[in-house]
Each structure stands twice: as structure tokens, then as C-alpha cells.
């Protein structure tokens, strides 16, 4: 890994990245891309919107660029030296980032009112952005509809990821890690090798399954869905075709991604099995494994008896279904979240269930359900492969990158 890591990085050495910083608090991330991309020879010249200069000053972002920081559009000096078209062609690859909805919103219209988004619309080189703004506007019907546009005009992106804002709010939003930009740069930079799983179609499951007692009340679990979307948007940013069969969350389908909205683990199964043939499937949904016998018509009330007594019939099991399947999967991939004993029980889930990999978490640990960090194993039958607490955008992005290398 370390060689071929090195194989990259020297084939990346000469590389020119135009870097757009827009106006937001996550512009302070701008300057630790710029750390890591010079740091892997890649060339920087930067342009630092009216904004973003709120955030960050002109002397910071061109002292780690070492280069020009580019600023106005209506400025003699530059135009004379490198007018906006030549800036807009100077590079290999443009990053805006943070992105913001301004700038999307620019870019999608065709707007070109200041030195960022004329050269974006000047522009014939491949861009990348990286969203940053309040949960509230990424998810605004105008900046969906802006996303699909670039999308559809070949942009590409990475994240949000979900998280603690500066506003004090929580969701999607949060603009990727320098870490993963810098990965997201260096696949982008590669060429058609950045999409390895284009014309591959995957099944995520994701979110809790409800399973109804009465009309009012239901079975249910904590999950939150955030990591199986994650691993949906992940899967998507490689070029697959993504089927994501959700049980209720309050999550926003990612860009670019089939959402199947379902309840009870029998729907979800329906739906696994609507959209097969498939290259590879990731259960991560957490499927109720016990429902009520019968489904009380009306709500149950209370009453001097005490209780009722619910009787529990077993839930039919998607990730050893989809496994045994004469349409199964080339790469089946199960989640289990475990309390105690996590990688003997994932182990044996492993064998019992017929799956490929099994990627076992210990929910035991304060804030994983439903909190935006998780600390996984990939227990396959070769081995285990532990890694370090991560965001879970972060380890969608790794076991993204882990299924693309298992399917050639």
C-alpha cells in the first residue's frame, strides 16, 4: 500500500490546482488543503473571494500556496498579467472549496459577477467542490436542484459530511476534511481511474426497520441511518449505480442516489430483491429481528389486566437472503453492531449468514448510535482488519475505496 500510495503521489508531482476559497468558517480548512497539496509537490494558485477573505487573509493562504493570490476581477494588474480566462485554463483540476450555496447557486446559473464565478464559467477544466454551509440550506430545495445541475454539467464532489456546526447546528453541511479533499484531488486528478466502479450497480440498506403493534406504536431501534447513507453517497462518488432501501431517518437522500423508502424488514427485503442483479450489497440498515404476531387494528389501551402480552415472530433475514440468492451478489457486505465480544460475534455472523465481509462496530462506546463517528473492523475469511475511530463519512469513503479494489 505504502509503494503504490508513493507511485501516486509522484505521479501527481507537477500537477496545477486552481483553488477557489469561498466565504464561510470552514475556509480555515482551506489552508491546510493547501498544506497537504503543496506538500505533495502539487502547484496551488489560489483565488480568495470577497468573502472568504472575512475568514482568512490573502497572506496566510499565499504564504502556504507560494504563489499569487487572485482576488478581483475588474483589477488591471491581473488582468494585464493573467487575465481571467487564462486563470480559468491555467490548471489541471479547479477546487472550490468551501463551496458554498452562493457559489453553487453561481455556477449552476451561470452567473459571473466576480473573479470565482466567471472563471468557473470561463472555465474548461474539470472542477471539484466541497460543499460547506447550515444543514438547513444544503438541504433547501434550490441548492438540491443546483447540485443536480452541476452534477448533470460534470461537476464532481466531496461530501457534506453530517456534524456539529459552527451555527450550532447539526446535520449535513459540513464541509469534507482537508484529508479527504486531498483524496478526492488525487482521484479526480487520475482521470477515468477515479470512477473504478462506473457501470457497477450496488444495494445499500440503511436507517432502523419499524415494525407496527398497533396503528400508534411500533418496534424500532436507534439507528440513525447516517452511516449507510454515507456509504451510499461514497459508493455513488465512484461511479456506481446506488439503490439505497431506507427505512424511516430524517436524512436527505445523497445526489445522484436511488432512494427506496421502506418500513418493516419484510419491505426492505422486497426491495433488496426488486433491485437485484447487483455487483455488491451493504446491509447496514439495523433490521427489527422480531415483530408482533398480529397488528392490532385499533390502539391497544390500557387496561386493569396489566400489559399485554405480545407474541414475536422472527423477521426474515436480508443480509443471509441476499447471500443464498441464485442472483446474489458478486460482494455481499453485512454490518454487525455488537455491545460486547464484537469480533467473535462477527466472526461467527460471518459464517452463519454466508456474506463475504462482515464490517463489525462496538455500539457500546457513548455516541456511536447516531453520532458521526464510529470505529469499525472488516472481518472477511482472511482476516481482520481494524481501523482507527474515524468520521463515518470517512469510513464510507474507505469501504468505498475497499469494494472498488475487490471488484476489478
Not at 66 to 79: G, I, N, P, R
Not at 287 to 302: F, H, I, M, Q
Amino acid at each position: 500500500m505504502g509503494a503504490s500510495c508513493s507511485r501516486r503521489l509522484n505521479a501527481l508531482a507537477e500537477k496545477r490546482i486552481l483553488l477557489i476559497v469561498g466565504g464561510g468558517i470552514a475556509a480555515y480548512k482551506a489552508l491546510e488543503l493547501t498544506r497537504l497539496l503543496r506538500k505533495a509537490a502539487i502547484a496551488v494558485r489560489p483565488i480568495l473571494t470577497q468573502a472568504g477573505a472575512e475568514f482568512v487573509t490573502a497572506l496566510s493562504v499565499s504564504a502556504l500556496a507560494e504563489d499569487k493570490v487572485y482576488a478581483e476581477l475588474f483589477s488591471l494588474t491581473d488582468e494585464a498579467e493573467m487575465g481571467h480566462i487564462e486563470l480559468s485554463r491555467s490548471a489541471d483540476l479547479i477546487v472550490v472549496a468551501p463551496a458554498t450555496a452562493d457559489l453553487m447557486a453561481k455556477a449552476a446559473g451561470g452567473l459571473a459577477n466576480d473573479l470565482a464565478s466567471t472563471t468557473l464559467l470561463a472555465t474548461d477544466t474539470p472542477v471539484l467542490m466541497a460543499p460547506a454551509m447550515n444543514v438547513r440550506m444544503w438541504e433547501h430545495p434550490a441548492t438540491q436542484r443546483n447540485l443536480a445541475t452541476l452534477k448533470a454539467d460534470g461537476v464532481m464532489f466531496v461530501g457534506p459530511d453530517e456534524g456539529a456546526m459552527a451555527c450550532g447546528e447539526f446535520g449535513p453541511g459540513r464541509m469534507a476534511e482537508p484529508a479527504a479533499i486531498f483524496e478526492a484531488i488525487q482521484a479526480a486528478l487520475a482521470g477515468p481511474a477515479s470512477k473504478p466502479l462506473a457501470g457497477k450497480r450496488a444495494i445499500v440498506t440503511a436507517g432502523p426497520t419499524v415494525e407496527p403493534i398497533d396503528p400508534v406504536r411500533v418496534i424500532a431501534n436507534r439507528s440513525s441511518g447516517k452511516q449507510g447513507y454515507a456509504i451510499a453517497a461514497a459508493l455513488e462518488a465512484l461511479g456506481a449505480d446506488v439503490v439505497l432501501v431506507s427505512g424511516p431517518t430524517a436524512l436527505t437522500a445523497p445526489a445522484g442516489v436511488r432512494r427506496v423508502s421502506v418500513e418493516t424488514a419484510h419491505e426492505m427485503l422486497m426491495a433488496c430483491e426488486a433491485a437485484l442483479p447487483a455487483d455488491v450489497a451493504v446491509c447496514v440498515a439495523a433490521v427489527a429481528d422480531w415483530r408482533p404476531a398480529s397488528v392490532g387494528e385499533t390502539k391497544l389501551k390500557k387496561g386493569a389486566g396489566g400489559p399485554p402480552t405480545l407474541t414475536l415472530v422472527e423477521n426474515p433475514d436480508i443480509l443471509a437472503t441476499l447471500s443464498k440468492d441464485q442472483r446474489r451478489p458478486r460482494l455481499v457486505v453485512g454490518f454487525a453492531a455488537e455491545t460486547h465480544d464484537v469480533e467473535v460475534h462477527a466472526r461467527a455472523k460471518l459464517q452463519t449468514k454466508g456474506c463475504d465481509w462482515i464490517v463489525a462496530n462496538d455500539v457500546s462506546v457513548a455516541g456511536t448510535m447516531g453520532g458521526d463517528d464510529n470505529a469499525v473492523a472488516i472481518v472477511t475469511h482472511a482476516g481482520i482488519e481494524r481501523w482507527e475511530r474515524m468520521s463515518k463519512g470517512e469510513v464510507a469513503r474507505r469501504l468505498a475505496a475497499r469494494i472498488a479494489e475487490e471488484l476489478p
